[in-house]
């Protein structure tokens, strides 16, 4: 069964850091990972994807320069380290893979494995 699953979510002051981290299970070939997030009132949105080999990444403007996303395929884990969070980046946060060879268009409707998602609060 394909999975992913997030982790890391919290409460953190403005200016702060947080590395969320992605679970992946079941897969035997390729597939892509996104992290997207989905504030209250506000549809799904993308942060940053980045592609199965890991060469190839996306970054939204909104979190360009301020969050990385990596991957581990050894230990089947992706991250995204965020850093300088701004109230802004209040959501809950979604982990989702595309179980697809290639690196697609970083948006929701590409990705077919979903996580149950993690808070993120940013407050002072």
């Known amino acids: 069964q394909l999975r992913v699953e997030e982790s890391g979510g919290d409460l953190v002051q403005p200016g702060g850091s947080l590395r969320l981290s992605c679970a992946a299970s079941g897969f035997t070939d390729h597939y892509g990972i996104g992290w997207f997030r989905q504030a209250p009132g506000k549809e799904r949105e993308q942060v940053s994807c980045i592609s199965s080999s890991g060469l190839n990444t996306y970054y939204a403007d909104s979190v360009k320069g301020r969050f990385t996303i990596s991957r581990d395929k050894a230990k089947n884990m992706v991250y995204l380290q965020m850093n300088s969070l701004k109230v802004e980046d209040t959501a809950v946060y979604y982990c989702?893979?595309?179980?697809?060879?290639?690196?697609?268009?970083?948006?929701?409707?590409?990705?077919?494995?979903w996580g149950q998602g993690t808070q993120v609060t940013v407050s002072s």
């Open positions: 989702a893979a595309d179980h697809h060879l290639l690196f697609r268009p970083c948006v929701p409707q590409m990705y077919d494995v």
